[in-house]
């Protein structure tokens, strides 16, 4: 317990009496200070008893007492102390009535009791405190210790919880709650998650205090890790300031997370390695391999349908040369996607390959889910720096934006076709400048959308420019008749009634076109051609 007044004024050796603001005793005293000036608030700090003997002061002047008393008060001085039988022998009527309408504890200072007395008193009983402040925090730590090397969070954060009187929250990278002491205390941490974020954007290692989601809550948040971005939160919450124990208890908590955090990241890089392995074996169709190195790592994955998610950026490579994998768009979608799985409590493969990100997930579960999400997200956002210009559709993604393929559901010996299925359909999304194409998504949809690439188009711009260069002159509608005929399928009479004109009249045109363009209507592929420039143009 911090010393306060009143223990001074029970202190048996002092001998000191209260003469005024006994309803103030129980506030601490921080230090005592001896001090004759007329204005010592100058030098004042809070917290003290200040010692006086009245030297330079007109203890007897009312309006000068106010004054005296009102500033002291102001500066947090917690007590005055006047030693009679010095200048006075008794207190002056009028201080005393002033610390009575301020409120301030007046302490009367027998003759034989001197200043240094007080102060030794006053650093002793600070000393004493602080040492057992600091006895306790050593006894939280190695509480704090045993828990952490017990096993999971939980029992760390019960203890955290116990020692300062309040409650703990861990949260993993995303800002989700991982585990809270006490059992009600999740709904508070909940709550927190946008704070949580926003210090996530610091340079570890950061803190903050925030006001909680009660009226009696005081949160205090840091950040655990010890790369550029944090990869979890500790969030304490409390009805008052921490004290020196309880202060101890949370940097041992900080500390003890934190090698936990980047133990569980070596034992991850660890398994990407595993992965990796694994996801090479697939991939080359030896599943029943993969399984004998996967062991129990990826429970059923391995067995049930999955599909395999590839993204791309340009920026990746260099913030994963950098070590910093939650530092471009790749990791954010790696951390996403495993916490999602990890929340649910499924099995996923992860692993950076190259300028690559690749995920093998359960069909229909939270990562694949988690990835759609992310993906939907960076769309919204996109789309509304679009409205102002600075984004066209079908124009392709620009470099150093996240692009996503997923394949459809494939069993483990189609892992490599459902590969091949990702990277077509994540090209797909780099030309269109989508986040995130599906591979189901094309094969359902039509080949036509595709021919809106800038390379169609010129394509067909060339082949058809002749031919929109002689109908220019008014000599004919070569292109009109021309998809007519190919719209029929070369059918004389049909494409000709289209037209509204005589067969004959058609076949003369479809002349000129072999002529004008040196091409033969009768190859097929010359047909194809013409009929998907002439549908890549149709919206000109």
């Known amino acids: 317990m911090p010393l306060t007044l009143a223990s001074l004024a029970h202190h048996s050796a002092l001998k000191l009496t209260v003469r005024a603001g006994e309803d103030g005793l ?12 007329a204005d010592p608030v100058p030098y004042m700090e809070g917290g003290e008893l200040l010692l006086i003997t009245a030297l330079k002061l007109d203890a007897e002047d009312a309006a000068a007492m106010r004054r005296y008393v009102r500033r002291l008060v102001e500066a947090g001085v917690v007590g005055l102390g006047f030693a009679v039988g010095v200048h006075y022998e008794d207190i002056p009527e009028a201080l005393v009535e002033a610390a009575r309408e301020e409120g301030l504890p007046l302490l009367e200072v027998p003759r034989r009791t001197p200043f240094l007395a007080i102060s030794k008193a006053v650093s002793a009983a600070v000393a004493a405190d602080q040492y057992r402040a600091v006895t306790a925090g050593f006894a939280a730590q190695r509480e704090l210790t045993r828990q952490a090397l017990a096993g999971g969070p939980e029992g760390l954060l019960a203890a955290l919880a116990a020692q300062v009187d309040g409650w703990a929250a861990l949260y ?3 800002g989700a709650v991982v585990a809270t002491a006490p059992e009600w205390a999740g709904r508070r941490a909940a709550r927190l998650t946008a704070d949580v974020r926003r210090l996530r954007e610091r340079a570890a290692p950061a803190s903050s205090v925030v006001a909680g989601p009660q009226d009696d809550d005081r949160v205090e948040l840091h950040s655990l890790g010890t790369g550029r971005r944090p990869r979890a939160a500790l969030a304490v919450g ?7 124990a309880a202060r101890y208890a949370v940097h041992s908590a900080v500390a003890l997370l934190t090698l936990t955090t980047e133990r569980s990241r070596s034992l991850h890089a660890a398994e990407q390695r595993i992965g990796a392995a694994v996801l090479r074996m697939l991939l080359a169709g030896e599943p029943d391999h993969a399984r004998a190195v996967a062991g129990h790592l990826y429970g059923g994955l391995l067995d049930a349908p999955f599909r395999i998610v590839v993204a791309e950026t340009g920026t990746a490579p260099a913030a994963r040369a950098q070590g910093e994998p939650n530092g471009d768009a790749l990791g954010a979608l790696e951390e996403a996607v495993e916490s999602a799985a990890a929340r649910s ?28 999400d992310h993906a939907a997200a960076l769309e919204a956002v996109r789309g509304a720096g679009g409205a102002g210009g600075a984004h066209e559709p079908l124009m392709g993604a620009d470099e150093d ?6 394949s459809a559901p494939v069993g483990p010996i189609a892992a490599s076709a459902a ?11 780099r030309r269109r400048g989508r986040v995130l194409v599906e591979h189901e998504q094309m094969a359902a949809g039509s080949v036509v959308p595709l021919l809106a690439d800038d390379a169609v188009r010129a394509f067909a711009d060339g082949l058809l420019r002749p031919l929109n260069e002689h109908d220019a002159t008014g000599r004919g509608d070569l292109v009109a008749s ?14 000709a009634a289209d ?32 009929w998907l420039a002439l549908k890549a143009t149709s919206s000109d």
């Open 26 to 37: 129980d506030v601490p005293v921080r230090w005592a200070h001896a001090s004759e000036l």
């Open 172 to 174: 993993d990278a995303s």
């Open 401 to 406: 934006e996240l692009v996503v393929g997923l």
């Open 419 to 429: 590969y091949k299925q990702a990277g077509q359909a994540l090209s797909v999304a």
């Open 482 to 495: 021309l998809r007519a005929w190919l719209s029929r399928h070369g059918q004389w009479d049909a494409a």
């Open 238 to 244: 409390t009805a008052a300031a921490l004290g020196t």
């Open 499 to 530: 037209l509204g004109v005589h067969r004959h009249t058609l076949r003369y045109r479809m002349r000129r076109v072999e002529e004008i363009l040196g091409r033969s209507l009768d190859d097929p592929d010359v047909r194809m051609e013409l």
């Open 345 to 372: 409590g499924e099995a996923v493969l992860v692993v950076p390959d190259g300028e690559r990100l690749v995920v093998l997930a359960a069909d229909g579960g939270a990562a694949v889910a988690a990835c759609r």
